[in-house]
């Protein structure tokens, strides 16, 4: 079975701290993905990656930057953190090719005060 | 721009009866696809079904169908003999073109709360 863990479930930051949120998966897959989830707007697309060090803006990329050093390690980086970036964060991971499942982790919610 | 639209942010249904989730979308692509996932009250989301833009049958998957009118845009979800486990928030979502590096975008819609009840 595929695996995308991600390193909380809980995080409470400060605002202005930087906050790193890491996720692996352990199938080898091409394509990692970074979204938000809030109330009432589903998931967004922070970020994404298709290769090691390649990375695309998603639709909502301002205030946040990704790092993909290895190939099943994708991080979701907020460089100053403020309230407004309270929300659920969910890494999602792809094989390459026609198979267009994407795989969860199981979700960090990120709370900043 | 591709858009999901899911216009029932809950709905209610008996035990063992079916229930409809709707969603419409609109892409100027030709080639797309359609998934449906499930997210629990546990927060994981977990894929259900998947249609692609060109597939001519109705994809199913046990209890799940997708209902999928090209002409009219629309994908609903069809669950059958609904269970308790079932309540659960479903979205909807869209894939896009492969970018230049390969990896498939999804749009997701604003889900809808099914609760089922005995």
């Known amino acids: 079975d595929v695996k995308v863990t991600q390193s909380s479930r809980y995080l409470v930051k400060r605002t202005g701290e930087k906050v790193f949120l890491e996720c692996v998966q352990d199938?080898?897959?091409?394509?990692m993905f970074w979204y938000r989830q809030d109330p009432g707007l589903g998931l967004r697309l922070i970020y994404f990656?298709?290769?090691?060090?390649?990375?695309e803006k998603g639709d909502i990329p301002e205030g946040y930057s990704v790092s993909r050093e290895k190939k099943e390690r994708f991080s979701l980086i907020l460089e100053s953190a403020s309230t407004n970036q309270t929300s659920m964060y969910l890494c999602?991971?792809?094989?390459?090719?026609?198979?267009?499942?994407?795989?969860f982790g199981p979700g960090t919610r990120l709370t900043v005060t | 721009a591709q858009k999901i639209t899911q216009t029932q942010p809950g709905m209610f249904v008996q035990e063992k009866e079916a229930v409809t989730l709707d969603c419409t979308y609109d892409?100027?692509?030709?080639?797309?696809?359609l998934f449906w996932y499930k997210q629990p009250s546990s927060g994981e989301m977990i894929f259900l079904i998947y249609?692609?833009?060109?597939?001519?049958q109705n994809a199913t998957e046990g209890r799940y169908s997708l209902n999928f009118q090209k002409a009219r845009k629309s994908a609903n979800l069809v669950i059958s003999a609904s269970q308790l486990g079932d309540s659960a928030m479903y979205f909807c979502?869209?894939?896009?073109?492969?970018?230049?590096?390969?990896?498939?975008?999804?749009?997701f819609g604003t889900g809808t709360q099914l609760k089922v009840e005995l």
């Open positions: 979502a869209m894939r896009d073109k492969p970018s230049t590096g390969g990896g498939n975008k999804l749009t």
């Open positions: 199938m080898d897959h091409e394509n």
């Open positions: 249609q692609g833009s060109y597939d001519e």
């Open positions: 990656s298709y290769d090691v060090k390649m990375k």
């Open positions: 999602a991971s792809r094989e390459g090719g026609s198979n267009y499942e994407q795989y």
């Open positions: 892409t100027s692509d030709q080639s797309y696809g």
